[in-house]
């Protein structure tokens, strides 16, 4: 019981430090493309504050099934629920910016709304998993593994992924082929759905974790996650190809490099929260 206070007193604030990064990306993704300031940008500030400090005392909610009394279990589920504030306070934020704002939808900006929906999606069942009765059933089955990705992958690695397209132009001072860029997009959404959604099933219906073998009746939805788990891991062999391909060449990027025929002009040296933004007369 110890080492599992301590693995998870070093792990659970690790995950959360995780989405920081992205959370940055996005406040700076999401504006450019909505052509709107950052909504909310103090907020945001002590939303990732909140994150940063509750995540560090809630980590024994993965260890409900281990004994601890009632008044810890309670502590820890309460202190669960609260941390889905400051993340939902988070999203509310990029939403606002979204709305009534010219978009445009650059392989950056899809990234930026996957991580939105998934992620979302991920907290939900997140909050499934903070309630203790709930989850003495979910506990250490693939529900937990289901939950985990939705909420790191998207919140960690696509992150990086809408970070990178977005700022490949200033990096390497040529442009990425958005064609490319959009079809990496898609195959990589499409394939982490079809590997991690099908383990809620096969979590609900009984399958545990970190098993080598399992029951026939789970076959199914385990041959289409293992499908969906290759095309995952191949599409980013595209995505390297991409990188490459911009660094050796392509169209020479401009000083603003989202500028141009979207219409966006917004100085670089004003702070992220207050950006000047000037949208070309032909979008509405």
Do not use: C
Not at 122 to 146: I, K, N
Not at 221 to 238: D, E, K
Not at 240 to 268: N, P
């Amino acid at each position: 019981m110890l080492f599992q206070h301590l693995f998870w007193f070093f792990g659970h604030p690790e995950v959360y430090i995780l989405l920081l990064p992205s959370i940055g990306v996005l406040s700076h993704v999401i504006p450019a493309f909505a052509r709107k300031p950052l909504f909310g940008y103090k907020s945001m500030v002590g939303a990732m504050l909140a994150v940063a400090t509750i995540g560090m005392v809630v980590w024994a909610h993965h260890q409900y099934t281990i004994g601890m009394s009632l008044g810890a279990v309670t502590y820890f589920m309460i202190g669960t629920i609260l941390i889905s504030i400051p993340v939902g306070l988070m999203i509310f934020n990029f939403i606002a910016t979204m709305w009534r704002g010219a978009m445009t939808f650059e392989t950056p900006m899809l990234f930026a709304v996957g991580i939105i929906l998934m992620f979302t999606f991920g907290g939900l069942s997140g909050v499934m998993l903070a309630v203790v009765p709930a989850d003495m059933q979910y506990h250490d089955s693939m529900f937990v593994v289901a939950h985990f990705h939705y909420v790191l992958m998207p919140g960690a690695v696509f992150g990086l992924f809408a970070g990178v397209f977005y700022w490949l132009p200033k990096w390497t001072g040529h442009m990425y082929d958005e064609k490319l860029g959009k079809l990496f997009f898609w195959i990589n959404v499409i394939s982490f759905n079809i590997t991690f959604f099908p383990q809620h099933f096969l979590g609900l219906a009984g399958m545990p974790r970190r098993i080598v073998d399992y029951n026939m009746i789970f076959t199914e939805f385990n041959v289409i996650s293992s499908i969906g788990a290759m095309v995952f891991g191949l599409s980013h062999l595209l995505f390297l190809y991409i990188v490459i391909k911009t660094i050796r060449g392509g169209k020479k990027a401009e000083k603003r490099a989202w500028e141009g025929a979207k219409g966006l002009e917004w100085e670089l040296d004003s702070p992220p929260a207050f950006h000047t933004w000037t949208v070309a007369p032909q979008i509405k």
